[in-house]
């Protein structure tokens, strides 16, 4: 005879395990199932789900709940229990883990916290990880997985489906993922239930219709369920969160580069393939900047360490990108090199989308919606951009950033070198570098316009912000001879260029434009005349005097033809400026005074307080402090009334260094922190390096030579870099007395002896102003030295580099003041 306990048991069988045996117990206490529901604080239908079975596997509170409802003993409890994880075990599906990850993810600490909150604490139930191909989808939702694996109760399910080529797979590869046998959605919802997991859809780019349409289902089925789902493409469901994975950071400056992810990576990538880099991390951040931090660009540069060295590697990656293949054997084609990741989105878009994508390849650094709509061909509105430009953002192959009002948008480097492949098989790259170029000229020439007055600031920014599209036009107007496009262009940006420190770069555009422009015919004599003008003005700047002479002589000559006052008065005030330069004051006022006559013929208030301007700063060179002041007082006033920002600034610095002449240094030091906090408003670097240079003589005067010493040092930094070599001379001076006055004259002979080679060079004399420090200070190292000494640390500053003057003594002089900061 079977005992108690067996035939307890085979009549649990026979009642269908927990389902029948709660049903068993229900009948027992006389209980209807919504009697059980409302005893117990559960819903009828939650009962009846468990009794049928719909439902199983219950959690132990609702065991709880069902047992005190029910008033079971304690063996029946158990029992009750037994049987519920008895289904609790039979119902746990045989999920398909993640795989393992080959090496441990390097960085991705902001990543995992923003994702890993948003699955485990349910703030979203549908998660999609987008991004370009090779930014670390992949890798990021792996790990996204094992942080949340023990806030799914039933577990975390991986779902492949990059080898999926058809999208009627997409559902046999979930159910074997899951487990199960299922040949409809509807049959996967049902067997899934209130189970509380995680599914992970992988690569679903390619098959995001089929994707979507499951996961709506399964949302709706099941209200337990989370997905995560890592695709190039949104699904565009509702409730779904996007996170955008961004590229691993990228160092911020020269003395942090091990701080870069992107640089760690690529050296724990380049150490696997049996190279340590570790000593050459400015060429790893050379070649991790080039690639925008982009984790497989990443992986696969630095598996070419075992046959290059890292500036080969650089070098070749400044060229093209061609050499970023050659990934893992066992890797998809999409990921074994950066052509394949990008070709597998191109493959994606419609004909349409294709097109577009190869003709935005001319943009570089970016482009507005209003770019995109002049420049694209077969576009006719801007909201036919802004829909395809959206597609292709959504199929993360271009980026959009949001900044000061305006969306621009961009490609990364290695995407766009492949789109412009795409654009030369169209045979469509000439046409579409002409749009791009005619576009950009119209913008250059729109805003010369608004480079004075209130709205500089606003379209300095702009045209900054565009420059990479402006060298690419202007590119194109001088390798295709086009003689207009090029004039005009180089003449529109010559002031942007001063103003914004590209003295070197204009200088280039304007004298091969000019070149290009010969023999230019009579109706561009206008536009060869503000060339000229332009090109004198940024020799002028970087202290090519003879250069600027010849050019400005012949814009005053063009001008004058024309019968172009307001062209004419402006040659005359750059021509002022090189004989300000040059120590010849007179010739320099008379020239400033004749400018002047013409803007007040031409009413043109502007161009008067320019000419006050200049007319005070020739006074304080000469030592005229009272009529300077008057001068540029003047200036000053007329200046805030048009809105002149660059006036305004240089106003300000000059009669700051009026007062600290005159040795008001509390007025001075106000002025000229008015000066440079609108220099740097503007990003005027002009301004910004006068008004620290002047402020670093203030606090020498007041003896704080510390502060001094910071202050000029940033100054001869700025004019250095500028090319600016007659004020670079003046500060070399400042810095020799803040030395003498600390006790170094060795090195304050140093200094004076580079400063001595500079005028030399440039044949400007030391201003008259500036003449007695120098000669004080002159005085006082002579005084503090042997003059063979003397003659040593004089010749050695001579003979240094004006780029390396900052960097002490160089090797080999006999000196002791060889440290980075001798001061």
């Known amino acids: 005879m079977p005992s108690d306990g067996a035939r307890r048991g085979s009549d649990d069988a026979q009642e269908g395990g927990f389902g029948g045996l709660l049903r068993r117990h229900r009948r027992e206490a006389g209980l209807s199932q919504e009697g059980l529901a409302e005893l117990a604080g559960l819903s009828v239908d939650a009962i009846a789900a468990l009794e049928r079975g719909r439902r199983r596997a219950p959690r132990a509170h609702t065991l709880r709940l069902l047992a005190d409802a029910l008033r079971l003993a304690e063996p029946d409890r158990q029992r009750l229990t037994a049987a519920a994880r008895r289904e609790t075990d039979s119902a746990r599906l045989p999920l398909r883990r993640p795989p393992a990850p080959t090496s441990e993810v390097v960085g991705r600490g902001t990543e995992l916290t923003a994702t890993t909150r948003l699955l485990a604490q349910r703030i979203t139930r549908l998660l999609t990880l987008t991004g370009p191909g090779g930014v670390g989808k992949t890798r990021l939702m792996q790990a996204v997985m094992s942080e949340v694996a023990d806030s799914f109760p039933d577990g975390v399910c991986w779902v492949p489906l990059a080898p999926l080529t058809n999208p009627d797979s997409v559902l046999p590869t979930l159910a074997a993922s899951l487990g199960v046998q299922a040949q409809q959605v509807d049959e996967i919802a049902e067997q899934i239930g209130r189970s509380g997991m995680l599914l992970a859809f992988d690569n679903c780019s390619h098959m995001v219709a089929a994707v979507g349409s499951i996961c709506a289902t399964l949302l709706e089925r099941c209200p337990n369920l989370s997905i995560l789902v890592s695709s190039r493409e949104l699904l565009r469901l509702p409730g779904?969160?996007?996170?955008?994975?961004?590229?691993?950071?990228?160092?911020?400056?020269?003395?942090?580069?091990?701080?870069?992810?992107?640089?760690?990576?690529?050296?724990?990538?380049?150490?696997?393939?049996?190279?340590?880099?570790?000593?050459?991390?400015?060429?790893?951040?050379?070649?991790?900047r080039r690639l925008e931090g982009m984790p497989l660009?990443?992986?696969?540069?630095?598996?070419?360490?075992?046959?290059?060295?890292i500036e080969e590697l650089a070098g070749e990656l400044e060229v093209s990108f061609g050499i970023l293949a050659g990934g893992a054997r066992t890797a998809s084609p999409r990921q074994a090199s950066m052509y394949g990741a990008i070709e597998w989105s191109h493959a994606l878009l419609t004909p349409a989308e294709r097109e577009l994508f190869a003709q935005l390849s001319v943009f570089a650094g970016g482009w507005t919606l209003g770019a995109a709509t002049s420049v694209l061909s077969g576009v006719t509105s801007r909201v036919e951009a802004l829909d395809l430009i959206g597609r292709l953002a959504d199929k993360s192959l271009i980026k959009v950033v949001r900044r000061g009002g305006v969306a621009r948008y961009y490609m990364l480097a290695v995407i766009r070198e492949f789109a412009a492949d795409r654009l030369r098989s169209m045979g469509e790259t000439d046409a579409a570098a002409e749009r791009h170029a005619r576009y950009y000229l119209s913008l250059a020439e729109e805003a010369e316009g608004h480079l004075r007055g209130p709205e500089q600031g606003e379209w300095l920014d702009r045209l900054q912000v565009e420059l990479?599209?402006?060298?690419?036009?202007?590119?194109?107007?001088?390798?295709?001879?086009?003689?207009?496009?090029?004039?005009?262009?180089?003449?529109?940006?010559?002031?942007?260029?001063?103003?914004?420190g590209h003295y070197a770069e204009g200088s280039q555009w304007l004298e091969r434009a000019l070149q290009l422009g010969k023999s230019a015919p009579p109706e561009l004599a206008a536009a060869r005349a503000k060339a000229?003008?332009?090109?004198?003005?940024?020799?002028?700047?970087?202290?090519?005097?003879?250069?600027a002479t010849d050019r400005l002589q012949t814009a005053l000559t063009q001008y004058k033809e024309l019968g172009d006052k307001a062209g004419t008065a402006l040659v005359l005030q750059r021509l002022g400026g090189v004989a300000r330069e040059r120590g010849d004051y007179d010739a320099a006022e008379d020239l400033h005074c004749e400018s002047y006559d013409l803007f007040e013929s031409l009413g043109d208030r502007t161009g008067m307080a320019w000419a006050h301007n200049h007319l005070g700063f020739?006074?304080?060179?000469?030592g005229d402090l009272e009529i300077a002041a008057r001068r540029c007082r003047r200036a000053r006033d007329s200046f805030r009334v048009v809105g002149d920002g660059e006036g305004l600034a240089w106003s300000l610095i000059n009669l700051g260094a009026i007062a600290q002449y005159d040795g008001d240094l509390v007025e001075a030091e106000d002025l000229l922190q008015e000066s440079l906090a609108l220099s740097q408003r503007l990003g005027y670097r002009e301004g910004v390096a006068w008004s620290l240079n002047q402020l670093g003589i203030v606090e020498r005067r007041r003896g704080l030579t510390e502060r001094a010493v910071h202050l000029l040092d940033e100054s001869l930094a700025e004019h250095r870099d500028l090319g600016d070599r007659w004020r670079s001379a003046s500060v070399l001076e400042e810095l020799?007395?803040?030395?003498?006055?600390?006790?170094?004259?060795?090195?304050?002979?140093?200094?004076?002896?580079?400063?001595?080679?500079?005028?030399?060079?440039?044949?400007?004399?030391?201003?008259?102003?500036?003449?007695?420090?120098?000669?004080?200070?002159?005085?006082?190292?002579?005084?503090?030295?042997?003059?063979?000494?003397?003659?040593?640390?004089?010749?050695?500053?001579?003979?240094?580099?004006?780029a390396a003057v900052a960097d002490g003594y160089p090797p080999g002089t006999g000196s002791e003041d060889r440290t980075r900061d001798p001061l």
Do not use: K
């Open 240 to 288: 779904e969160s996007v996170y955008v994975v961004p590229s691993l950071s990228l160092p911020y400056d020269e003395d942090h580069l091990e701080a870069s992810e992107a640089v760690r990576l690529f050296v724990e990538r380049a150490i696997a393939r049996g190279y340590d880099p570790t000593g050459q991390l400015d060429q790893v951040a050379r070649v991790v």
């Open 532 to 547: 000229n003008l332009g090109a004198g003005t940024l020799a002028f700047l970087q202290c090519e005097y003879d250069t």
């Open 297 to 309: 660009a990443i992986e696969l540069a630095a598996a070419r360490t075992n046959v290059m060295t």
């Open 736 to 802: 020799a007395a803040v030395a003498q006055q600390r006790g170094r004259s060795e090195y304050a002979a140093f200094l004076l002896g580079a400063a001595d080679e500079v005028r030399e060079v440039i044949q400007a004399p030391v201003p008259r102003i500036e003449q007695a420090d120098r000669e004080a200070t002159l005085a006082a190292v002579e005084a503090a030295i042997e003059r063979r000494t003397f003659r040593a640390a004089w010749s050695a500053g001579r003979a240094a580099p004006l």
């Open 618 to 622: 020739v006074a304080w060179l000469r």
């Open 468 to 500: 990479a599209n402006l060298r690419v036009a202007m590119a194109w107007s001088l390798r295709t001879n086009s003689v207009e496009a090029a004039l005009r262009l180089a003449g529109g940006l010559w002031l942007f260029c001063s103003l914004r």
